[in-house]
C-alpha cells in the first residue's frame, strides 16, 4: 500500500507532485505550521536550466555563500540546511508553477537531489549516510504544485531520477529513494528506473496495449495512464525516433481521430 504524503513526519514520500487545489496541500502545511513549521515557496517558472535552479534555491533559502552551484551541493545545503530556521525547524519546499518543468532536461537529477536530500534530513544522516549524533532530525518535503498539467504527465521525468522511485496514488504522483536502508522499496506500488516497459506498443503504435500496459503495472487510471502513455512517447520520438513505424503525422490514427 502506498503511503499517504504528509509534510509533519519525519517519512516517505519525500516528493509530491499535486495540483494547486488540492485540498490535502492547505491542510498539510496549516498542520506544518501549527508546529510551528516552515512553508518556503519558489517559483518554478524562474528554474529554466540547471543554473537557474541553483541560483534560485541559493536565493530563495538563503545558502551560505560558498554553496558550489552544482547538483551535489545543493544536495549538501538542502539535507544540512541553515537558513532562517537554522536547521532546526520542519520544513516544505513549495514549487509554485511547476508545469514548465515537465519538459525540462533536469527535473530527473533535481527529483533525485529532492529525495536524497529529505532522506537524509529526516534520519539525520550525513553525506555518507552515516548517523548525525549530535544533529537533530527534521521533516523535510518538497511539493511541485501545478496550476494544468497532470501529475501523472511527470511520472517518466521523475522515474528516471537517479535512485528515484515513483507511485501514483489518489491523484498525485508521489517519489522516494530506494537504495538505502531504511528508504521505501522499489517493488509494486513503487517503480523504479525509466518506464520502457511498453516501448515496443508505443513504437509500433499499439496504443491501446501502451496504455494498458502503463495501467497495469503503475496501477493507475486509464487516465493516468495515457498522459504518462504520451510523456514515453514524446521521449521515445527525441531518443530513438528511427525506430517508429509511422511518421509522427501518421501516429495515432483512428485512435485519436
Not at 532562517?84 to 508545469?99: E, S
Not at 518538497?142 to 489518489?170: K, N, Q
Not at 528508504?183 to 494498458?212: K, R
Request: charged content about 25%.
Amino acid at each position: 500500500m502506498t503511503p499517504k504524503p504528509t509534510l509533519t513526519e519525519r517519512r516517505s514520500p519525500w516528493v509530491v507532485f499535486t495540483s494547486r487545489a488540492d485540498p490535502w496541500l492547505a491542510s498539510e502545511t496549516a498542520a506544518l505550521v501549527q508546529r510551528n513549521g516552515l512553508v518556503l515557496r519558489l517559483d518554478g517558472r524562474e528554474m529554466r536550466d540547471a543554473a537557474s535552479v541553483f541560483r534560485t534555491f541559493a536565493r530563495e533559502l538563503s545558502f551560505v555563500g560558498y554553496f558550489g552551484h552544482n547538483w551535489m551541493a545543493l544536495v549538501d545545503c538542502l539535507q544540512d540546511w541553515h537558513g532562517p530556521g537554522h536547521g532546526n525547524q520542519d520544513i516544505a519546499i513549495l514549487i509554485d508553477h511547476a508545469d514548465d518543468l515537465l519538459d525540462a532536461d533536469f527535473l530527473g537529477m533535481l527529483v533525485s537531489v529532492f529525495v536524497d536530500a529529505a532522506f537524509k534530513s529526516n534520519l539525520r544522516l550525513d553525506a555518507d549516510g552515516e548517523l548525525y549524533e549530535w544533529r537533530q532530525r527534521i521533516a523535510q518535503h518538497f511539493i511541485f504544485l501545478l496550476d494544468h498539467t497532470a501529475p501523472a504527465a511527470f511520472t517518466e521525468t521523475a522515474a528516471r531520477g537517479m535512485d528515484v522511485a515513483v507511485a501514483l496514488s489518489e491523484g498525485r504522483l508521489l517519489a522516494t529513494l530506494t537504495e538505502w536502508p531504511g528508504s521505501d522499496p522499489g517493488s509494486a506500488p513503487w517503480t523504479a528506473g525509466p518506464l520502457a516497459f511498453a516501448d515496443d506498443e508505443i513504437l509500433n503504435g499499439l496504443i491501446m496495449q501502451g496504455i494498458e500496459l502503463f495501467r497495469d503495472n503503475l496501477r493507475c487510471s486509464i487516465h493516468e495512464a495515457m498522459d504518462i502513455f504520451q510523456s514515453r512517447y514524446e521521449c521515445l520520438r527525441r531518443e530513438r525516433p528511427a525506430d517508429f513505424t509511422v511518421s509522427r503525422a501518421e501516429y495515432g490514427k483512428g485512435f485519436y481521430s
